[in-house]
């Protein structure tokens, strides 16, 4: 069963606009990852959170994890054409090194 | 050059074949898994493999068997493909630092069973 569950499925934005992206678990977990995936390829590893973090910056990338409500948030901050991909989130369980994916969210920006 | 390469990128077989999928990868991870993609799904765990002689069934390994014959290689067997197991095939490895587990992905194979 899936771990993380990706909210919204589907966002259209116009470029320079800020996305976000959301991801809620349902079970304790050790660490929380975000990966990017274009169209019909694998996935790129974009950015790694701890269960003791509560936010993460990377370039344009802001996580929040809050893990008394089981949930993550990815904003890219001033879209660009180039970030139209789809977003998984991934979690490894407590005590697990195997990690489970959501079912993505698909982000398109509109140049 | 990719890290992590997959062959064959796409694959049309019919229902009742024997195909195999195989993944390798100069990273010199030790930590290899299959995945698979389904339209609208994340991805499913099939197998994983923490060295050659550690190998692991995942989420839905039925249907399904591996081969790790090396650090470097890790095959996906496919005994007697049906229709739904059509999907698009993921490699990743990881390292074994006791660290969180990053994964990297291979580009994937496109497998039709008719």
């Known amino acids: 069963s899936q771990q993380g569950e990706e909210d919204p499925q589907a966002l259209s934005i116009q470029e320079g606009e800020n996305a976000t992206m959301n991801c809620s678990y349902k079970t304790s977990i050790n660490n929380l990852q975000w990966y990017r995936q274009n169209s019909g390829r694998g996935l790129v590893h974009l950015i790694l959170i701890r269960s003791n973090e509560r936010e993460k910056h990377s370039g344009r990338l802001r996580v929040t994890l809050d893990t008394s409500k089981k949930s993550s948030s990815l904003l890219i901050t001033a879209s660009r054409a180039a970030d139209t991909a789809s977003y998984f989130c991934?979690?490894?369980?407590?005590?697990?090194?195997?990690?489970?994916f959501g079912k993505g969210t698909k982000l398109s920006v509109i140049p | 050059d990719a890290d992590v390469t997959q062959t064959p990128r796409n694959r049309i077989t019919k229902t009742g074949k024997r195909i195999m999928l195989e993944c390798s990868q100069t990273k010199g991870h030790d930590r290899m898994y299959w995945y698979r993609q389904d339209p609208g799904l994340g991805l499913r765990l099939i197998y994983y493999s923490f060295d050659v002689k550690d190998i692991n069934k995942g989420e839905i390994s039925d249907g399904y068997s591996v081969s790790r014959q090396a650090q470097a290689k890790f095959s996906l067997s496919l005994e007697s493909a049906i229709p739904n197991q059509t999907a698009l095939y993921f490699c990743a490895t990881s390292e074994d630092r006791g660290l969180p587990d990053t994964q990297y992905f291979g580009p994937g194979t496109r497998l039709t069973v008719l």
């Open positions: 991934a979690t490894d369980k407590a005590g697990s090194y195997q990690l489970t």
